[in-house]
């Protein structure tokens, strides 16, 4: 697992507007909102857990949505019961301590890039043509084949299909990031952040934002 440029928040997708800048440019944006969470649940340190990592706690549930386990590292610190618990591996996890809140206007200002992550919008079972960008054969002229998948492999060598073939299937619903998305608002009152842009996901999916990784600026060259 690569490191972290810095420590990061989760939130979650409200759905896209129109922003207008202070010049008369109107510019897409997406509004990520933050339910109550974002709290330091673990800290690990190369000693103890062999790496160096921030785990946050995001999204406050019922007792009962979780089971025994979960609550019980959850109330070792004395925290509210959170859905989601993910994990920022970082160079140094110096000044962070467990039940610390993290909040969005103190990691992140207006101009800074971020990196979004999260699952893409499902698709369902799809064809080559929309799954793979595939070509369609004629449409006319007596042809048989139109949107077929066609010839998968050779016949007696090798005999089989080989694997990764691009072929029809389930579309979407992976782990998606899209890179250097700039902030354009914070505002801290409504605790919703306006990011240039798409992010992966349907209205109320899981986001997780951190700082961009820019190599020479926050990334080693080498």
Same mark, same amino acid.
Request: proline share 6%.
């Given at each position: 697992?690569?490191? =972290?440029?810095?420590?990061?928040?989760?939130?979650?997708?409200v759905?896209?507007?129109?922003?207008?800048? @202070?010049?008369?440019?109107?510019? @897409?944006?997406?509004v990520?909102?933050?339910?109550?969470?974002?709290?330091?649940?673990?800290?690990?340190t190369?000693?103890?857990?062999?790496?160096?990592?921030?785990?946050?706690?995001?999204? !406050?549930?019922?007792?009962?949505?979780?089971?025994? @386990? =979960?609550?019980?590292?959850?109330?070792?610190?004395?925290?509210?019961?959170? !859905?989601?618990?993910? =994990?920022?591996?970082?160079?140094?996890?110096?000044?962070? =301590?467990?039940?610390?809140?993290?909040?969005?206007?103190?990691?992140?200002?207006?101009?800074?890039?971020?990196?979004?992550?999260?699952k893409?919008?499902?698709?369902?079972?799809?064809?080559?043509?929309?799954?793979?960008?595939?070509? !369609?054969?004629?449409?006319?002229?007596?042809?048989?084949?139109?949107?077929?998948?066609?010839?998968?492999?050779?016949?007696?060598?090798?005999?089989?299909?080989?694997p990764?073939?691009?072929?029809?299937?389930?579309?979407?619903?992976?782990?998606?990031?899209?890179?250097?998305?700039?902030?354009?608002?914070?505002? %801290?009152e409504?605790?919703?952040v306006?990011?240039?842009?798409?992010? %992966?996901?349907?209205?109320?999916?899981?986001l !997780?934002?951190?700082?961009?990784?820019?190599?020479?600026?926050?990334? @080693?060259?080498?």
């Open positions: 697992m690569s490191y =972290e440029a810095g420590i990061g928040v989760m939130g979650t997708k759905g896209m507007m129109t922003h207008f800048m @202070p010049d008369g440019r109107a510019i @897409p944006v997406t990520i909102g933050f339910h109550e969470g974002n709290i330091v649940t673990q800290v690990k190369e000693p103890t857990d062999g790496y160096n990592a921030v785990q946050v706690g995001y999204l !406050r549930v019922r007792d009962t949505k979780l089971t025994k @386990p =979960e609550l019980g590292h959850l109330n070792k610190i004395g925290t509210i019961p959170m !859905r989601h618990l993910q =994990e920022f591996r970082l160079v140094s996890v110096d000044g962070f =301590e467990p039940s610390q809140r993290l909040n969005v206007e103190d990691i992140f200002k207006v101009g800074d890039l971020v990196d979004v992550s999260g893409s919008i499902g698709k369902g079972f799809q064809g080559g043509i929309k799954r793979h960008n595939f070509k !369609r054969g004629l449409m006319t002229h007596g042809s048989k084949s139109h949107r077929q998948l066609g010839s998968i492999g050779a016949g007696t060598t090798p005999g089989r299909v080989y990764g073939k691009k072929m029809p299937g389930r579309m979407g619903f992976q782990k998606t990031k899209i890179r250097k998305l700039e902030i354009i608002k914070i505002d %801290p409504l605790r919703a306006l990011v240039k842009g798409a992010v %992966p996901g349907k209205r109320g999916n899981l !997780r934002i951190t700082p961009a990784k820019i190599v020479g600026k926050n990334i @080693p060259k080498n």
